[in-house]
């Protein structure tokens, strides 16, 4: 390009005014940025310290009380009779006669049902007539006996008449035997009328038994025969009644799971509800507490028995009842909420906000880093249990002592020395973050 070329440019812009209107744009868009950069910084600064604010934790507090105490624990049963008889026959036959309904009350001895006893009749005249032939032949025997023993007197009288001469020894030793034979006689015969008495008796007894009787004074719960029914008693005892002693006083048979085994004791008082009366507790009292277990789909349970006061009869033996057994009753005691003592708070080491990259975000002025939070003040030593309360808008840790829980307060019985939990503090239970 030729110095004429430059020229000409130079002396348009000047006629134009363009030059001066350039340099004046580019100074005046300085001073326009640097306000602009600086408010950009500003908003982003107070962004980010209000985003640090909403994080500031809140949390939720519930007071220490005084009150009662009192610990269950939770058990599934049925209701028994005190006394439960199963009763059966020992003898097979044929059911003749039933004299007894479910619910019947009766007493001792009393006869429930009746087996055909003809086959029995005719048992007890065969014995009665084998018992007669023994008798006999004992007195046939005792006859024999006699002769032989007359026939052996005379013969030694022979003998000492005759100095010995008479009767020869052959003779008297014959004589001798057949006096023995008679005594043998005699005796076998009264051991088979001894045998024919047993038999007799025997049969006399399964006369007796033909008639199933009750063994105690109770109530029918169950009648298992009909009449006409035959009753096969070869190898097991069939049960034809169930009989419960005394309705009035049952007993209770809960299952104790593992866990709770450990707080169940004798003597320990106890109510229970029934299906059949929801609204109505029944109270109970524990007389044993098994060491055997019982395992049932993997859970360990421990049977325990309570007795039940049923004068009003309005239970009843099968009743499914669940019961409340107390372990413990505390009474005016220190109490704490259980969401107290699993609370523990959770130190913000970490809570720095961090402003966006790239070259803008590096220019930007950021706000000073918060510092980590320091660690809650504690007055609690060692390794117990503790709760937080609040103290200058820090948790604040003071050691306590725990006794008994119902699972929703706890028991607290001491603290740690020099910082006592107190009536009407108020203790942390959790801890949320504010939405601002």
Not at 163 to 191: F, I, N, Q
Not at 285 to 305: A, E, H
């Amino acid at each position: 390009m030729s110095n004429a070329s430059v020229s000409s440019g130079t002396d348009i812009n000047t006629i134009l005014g363009t030059a001066g209107t350039r340099a004046r744009f580019g100074r005046h868009l300085r001073w326009i940025g640097v306000p602009v950069v600086i408010l950009l910084g500003i908003v982003a600064y107070v962004s980010l310290r209000s985003g640090d604010h909403s994080q500031a934790p809140l949390y939720e507090t519930e007071t220490v009380s005084r009150g009662n105490l009192v610990v269950t624990v939770s058990a599934t049963g049925t209701l028994e009779p005190t006394n439960q008889v199963d009763v059966g026959s020992e003898l097979s036959g044929l059911i003749e006669v039933v004299l007894a309904e479910e619910n019947d009350r009766v007493t001792q001895g009393q006869v429930l049902a009746r087996l055909d006893i003809a086959k029995l009749t005719d048992e007890i005249t065969k014995s009665q007539a084998t018992l007669a032939s023994a008798e006999a032949k004992v007195l046939q025997g005792t006859a024999t006996a006699k002769e032989a023993r007359a026939n052996l007197a005379r013969l030694r009288a022979v003998s000492r008449l005759s100095s010995g001469k008479v009767p020869s020894k052959a003779e008297m030793e014959t004589a001798e035997a057949t006096l023995a034979r008679a005594d043998a006689d005699v005796a076998s015969a009264r051991a088979a009328v001894s045998e024919a008495r047993a038999v007799l008796s025997s049969n006399q007894t399964n006369l007796s038994k033909a008639s199933i009787r009750s063994p105690i004074n109770g109530v029918v719960l169950n009648r298992k025969i009909e009449p006409g029914q035959t009753v096969a008693a070869a190898m097991t005892t069939p049960v034809l009644f169930t009989l419960a002693e005394d309705l009035s006083q049952m007993k209770l048979q809960v299952k104790v799971d593992e866990a709770d085994v450990g707080q169940v004791e004798e003597g320990q008082s106890a109510t229970f509800t029934v299906d059949a009366y929801p609204t109505r507790k029944f109270p109970a009292r524990i007389v044993r507490v098994g060491f055997g277990s019982q395992t049932t789909d993997n859970v360990v349970t421990y049977k325990t028995i309570l007795t039940v006061n049923n004068d009003d009869l309005s239970l009843r033996p099968g009743m499914t009842a669940t019961a409340e057994i107390t372990t413990a009753q505390r009474e005016n005691v220190l109490l704490v909420p259980n969401a107290a003592l699993r609370f523990t708070p959770t130190l913000d080491n970490d809570s720095k906000q961090k402003s966006g990259g790239g070259i803008i975000g590096s220019l930007l002025p950021h706000p000073p880093e918060p510092q980590a939070r320091k660690p809650a003040a504690s007055a609690a030593k060692g390794g117990g249990q503790r709760v937080w309360i609040l103290r200058h808008g820090e948790p604040f840790a003071i050691g306590v002592t725990v006794g008994v829980t119902d699972g929703r307060f706890t028991e607290v019985v001491g603290g740690a020395p020099g910082e006592a939990l107190e009536l009407g503090m108020q203790v942390i239970t959790d801890v949320r973050v504010s939405s601002k």
